[in-house]
């Protein structure tokens, strides 16, 4: 399975260097992610909650980073096992600074084996596009908030070094926001969207979501 792709993150290219090295930033940001630790150096551990189609279940993995350029580039090996079944895969990540903003290329080759590899190319193609779609989407969300709180600190700062502000003239400072992960109930429900998207031609839409009103119809009908 070969996946390639880009991504522009609403941060600057150190905030975002900096959360693709953070273990707990990436076990939270990454669908399906839990207990990531540094077992060494550019070396983590943890484990991943993926289901695809009928199968699902926990690898516990294995990721190295090698070929590391700060804070630019680097090259990964994974190395997952579980109950599915198991997944080798390499790939490569360049960043590349745009203003306050930072573009992200991506491209990587997989290996699977055991039950995972039973749903089919293209069913495991769109959910693994799901899961790295969402795991780009968190991260993009978490440094947001962490953008948030460099502005703020800096205003602070930049009050602090100059003259003294009459507090009923100084403008109030906004909430910062927080992150918050989405749940595992989020994530498999968009993985079951796109999926359904990409397998089901969009001129049969409409019958599938009639079809969806009825069952619900027949349900409610049966319990009341």
Not at 25 to 41: I, R
Not at 141 to 157: I, M, N, W
Not at 183 to 189: H, L, R, Y
Not at 200 to 215: H, K, M, N, R
Request: net charge negative.
């Amino acid at each position: 399975m070969e996946i390639s792709g880009e991504y522009t993150f609403d941060a600057p290219q150190d905030l975002v260097w900096a959360a693709l090295q953070d273990p707990d930033v990436l076990s939270n940001a990454m669908p399906g992610g839990e207990g990531f630790t540094e077992v060494g150096e550019n070396e983590f551990a943890g484990n991943l909650k993926i289901k695809v189609g009928p199968v699902q279940g926990v690898f516990k993995g294995n990721i190295k980073l090698v070929d590391v350029v700060p804070p630019d580039s680097y090259r990964m090996e994974v190395d997952g096992k579980g109950a599915p079944g198991f997944v080798k895969a390499t790939g490569g990540l360049k960043l590349t600074p745009q203003g306050d903003k930072t573009h992200m290329a991506y491209e990587g080759s997989a290996q699977v084996g055991g039950r995972i590899a039973s749903v089919g190319q293209r069913l495991m193609d769109t959910s693994a596009k799901s899961i790295i779609r969402q795991s780009l989407e968190g991260l993009n969300d978490y440094l947001k908030v962490q953008v948030a709180q460099r502005a703020a600190v800096t205003a602070v700062e930049e009050v602090a070094d100059g003259e003294v502000v009459v507090a009923e003239t100084a403008v109030p400072t906004p909430p910062i926001p927080t992150y918050k992960p989405p749940s595992q109930t989020q994530v498999a429900m968009n993985v079951a969207k796109d999926v359904a998207t990409d397998i089901i031609p969009a001129q049969y839409w409409p019958y599938l979501i009639g079809l969806v009103f009825l069952l619900i119809i027949i349900l409610l009908v049966a319990i009341f």
